[in-house]
């Protein structure tokens, strides 16, 4: 008997198991039943805080009952798009996400160009920042909504606003000054690559062409790390996030370089923290110039190629091309908006953080968004950790981090 | 009669078996199949939905990697599997022996406490060693430098260190494993061995060395081959301590793995990726075989 429950038992479990298969396949995308009958409904995959969620969903729910948008929180969502961007049953409608992937999604086909829903001069209406970091081989993919970028943070505890440094050589004295006993002038995450980007681009030099070839051991390039090793010898050893910004909010740093989402948790710390410009290169007159990214909305092919849908996309698209949630969404982020008119309200020009961020944004340079990228972020860090923490000479470990990353985009094929 | 009796055992045998060989199947066999499969296509992000068999050609560039950064890898691979293997065995077998003594008290407690780094996550717990005991200026050994009036010292930044101490993580997390096992081993046998020994006058190490470890070995053999591949193909304490992007370290020590994931896997190249997965796991294979054969021979 104890043998025939168990033989059935193990039965029911390989009927679970198939059943579990055959489900997995064909569960329709959009489980919910639609409010109106002819209503059209868009799932939007992102990874946002809940707050910038909220502000979208929101804005979308406008167009309800007509269309009816879910957004989903996607973790790991761009592995994700690559194994089901293509497969109508699994893919979103659109993501919500920074711009520097969609070189790769373009490439893989995954992506529909946002020109086919919104018009030319609706466009014009962005940052022109922004729509360069949204355009790949000369096609817009991307509908900008906010940005950010680095920003010059320093606690005024230890630096007066009139003490900023507005040059590199006036910070690396005010460092030598106050770098003693565990306490630190200015940190920065000094071998990421993200961080370092911008003492690159302000000596002229950038990390890989827009035609994909790296430019590690450019003169540029090479001057910068060169000059940059100073600065980093008067900092601490580690240049991981969690140091290097425990430090600043705990008062063991006057200044740092950090974005937008460091600012919450610095004033909780109860920091009387100053924003300012990136210190002019006295060599160059250049400014630090850091990376930029872009978030927005991006439309996938299997989408826009449903004529049920294709209708609805634009109308969500459009839906977003106003100064309201730019508003919204930017505040809801602390980043800056993308939609230019927004600039004009008050409410977003009394907004010393994001009014400063345009500025910078100005400079900086939004994240090279070609596939090849994909691979630079890890020659790149590996030639930092090699000049600033093992000591290896810069123009060594230059050429040595190029051909690695020649080597890798090879490869790439 | 007895035929239909024990066809219907078969049978039984099999329906019992299906799900788990279901499940091995879907969740082992296909991912390799599948995997052999992609090694031997174009499979990239220019080539994603519409990639075509190109034959052996990803074979020959994945022994481009074989190169002496390979090598190099390989060789520390070697040297941090043995270097485990041996830590493990010995602390671990000192460790059961001392739960084993016979009046100790809170034998229980002390179990339940040594399988806490087992329950933890393994990246909770690495990323924990690595912020709260080796940062330079937040954790712990450090502070206790500082207290004793010594400089801070860097400990993943130097390679020599940064071994040492992704060691040390390895063995933390590793040990409850071993322990448990050689534990189990130890009260296997039987007592009236020891007693005999003890009758004619064995020491502690002389009881070891001839009674319970050729007592324990077929027991714990099994557990030491997981364990040894395990180690073998380690990837999250080498890269989490040291090698995480945007948290480098500054040491240079690379396993087989974590080499070739910085070398191929990153360039979302997954024909190329496949045929490199591939080559190391024909290399465990080629291990496995070596060590059963071995095995084998001793046991003959």
């Known amino acids: 008997m104890k043998r025939k429950i168990i033989a059935g038992f193990m039965a029911f479990l390989l009927l679970a198991v198939l059943a579990a298969c055959d489900s997995a396949g064909t569960t329709p995308s959009v489980p919910d039943a639609p409010d109106a009958p002819d209503a059209v409904e868009l799932i939007i995959w992102h990874d946002k805080e809940d707050a910038v969620a909220a502000e979208l969903q929101a804005e979308l729910d406008k167009l309800n009952p007509e269309i009816i948008v879910s957004l989903e929180k996607k973790h790991g969502l761009t592995e994700a798009l690559k194994m089901s961007g293509n497969d109508p049953r699994a893919a979103p409608d659109m993501y919500f996400f920074a711009h520097d992937k969609l070189g790769v999604y373009a490439e893989m086909g995954l992506l529909a160009p946002v020109t086919d829903f919104v018009d030319a001069v609706t466009l014009d209406g962005f940052l022109p920042m922004t729509i360069s970091a949204a355009t790949y081989k000369g096609e817009v993919y991307q509908l900008p909504i906010y940005f950010e970028t680095l920003l010059f943070m320093y606690n005024r505890a230890f630096m007066s606003d009139e003490d900023v440094p507005a040059t590199t050589e006036d910070l690396y004295a005010y460092m030598q000054e106050v770098t003693k006993d565990g306490f630190y002038g200015f940190l920065e995450q000094h071998s990421e690559a993200y961080f370092s980007a911008g003492w690159i681009h302000g000596f002229g030099g950038e990390m890989i062409s827009s035609d994909g070839v790296p430019q590690l051991n450019s003169e540029k390039t090479i001057a910068a790390l060169n000059y940059h090793l100073k600065f980093v010898r008067l900092m601490i050893g580690e240049s991981d996030y969690a140091t290097t910004n425990t430090l600043f909010r705990e008062g063991m740093a006057a200044s740092t370089i950090g974005g937008p989402w460091l600012v919450p948790a610095v004033r909780e710390a109860g920091i009387d923290l100053g924003l300012s410009e990136m210190p002019v290169v006295n060599e160059t007159g250049l400014p630090l110039a850091p990376f930029s990214g872009v978030q927005g909305l991006h439309v996938l092919k299997v989408a826009a190629d449903n004529a049920d849908k294709n209708a609805a996309i634009g109308k969500v698209l459009n839906q977003l091309c106003n100064t309201d949630i730019g508003v919204s969404m930017a505040q809801a982020s602390g980043s800056a908006p993308a939609f230019e008119e927004c600039y004009e309200l008050d409410t977003v020009q009394g907004d010393d953080m994001v009014m400063l961020m345009r500025k910078v944004a100005e400079d900086a340079v939004p994240m090279p968004s070609i596939p090849e990228m994909d691979v630079m972020w890890n020659a790149v860090n590996n030639m930092l950790v090699d000049v600033n923490m093992r000591r290896v000479d810069v123009e060594e470990a230059a050429n040595k981090a190029q051909a690695r990353a020649e080597e890798l985009i090879a490869a790439m094929r | ?300």
């Open chain 2, 1 to 300: 009669m007895w035929k239909l009796k024990t066809d219907k055992c078969v049978l039984r045998s099999w329906l019992c078996l299906s799900p788990s060989l279901l499940i091995i199947g879907l969740i082992i066999v296909f991912p390799m199949i599948y995997t052999a499969y992609i090694s031997l296509t174009n499979m990239n992000i220019y080539n994603w939905f519409d990639f075509e068999i190109i034959g052996l050609v990803n074979y020959g560039r994945a022994l481009l990697v074989f190169d002496s950064g390979f090598l190099h890898a390989l060789s520390v691979t070697f040297l941090w599997t043995a270097a485990n293997m041996i830590l493990q065995l010995v602390i671990a077998f000192v460790m059961a022996s001392l739960l084993n003594v016979g009046k100790l008290r809170l034998r229980r407690v002390y179990k339940t406490i040594l399988m806490f780094p087992w329950a933890m996550p393994g990246y909770v717990s690495i990323l924990l060693w690595r912020n709260g005991m080796f940062n330079s200026q937040f954790g712990l050994l450090n502070q206790w430098l500082d207290r004793l009036g010594f400089d801070p010292v860097r400990w993943l930044a130097d390679d020599v260190t940064a071994f040492i101490s992704c060691l040390a993580v390895n063995l933390w997390l590793a040990l409850p494993f071993m322990i448990m096992i050689i534990d189990g081993a130890l009260q296997s046998v039987d007592k009236s061995y020891y007693e005999s020994a003890l009758i004619d006058g064995a020491g502690w190490f002389d009881r070891s060395v001839k009674l319970t470890i050729p007592a324990i070995r077929p027991i714990i053999g099994p557990a030491v081959i997981i364990t040894l591949f395990t180690t073998f193909k380690q990837f999250d304490v080498i890269y989490l301590l040291t090698q995480q992007v945007g948290a480098k370290t500054g040491a240079n020590i690379h396993t087989v793995l974590t080499y070739t994931y910085e070398t191929a896997f990153v360039t979302s190249n997954y024909g190329y990726s496949s045929a490199i997965s591939m080559c190391i796991f024909a290399l465990l294979m080629g291990l496995t075989l070596l060590v059963k054969t071995k095995q084998r021979r001793r046991n003959a």
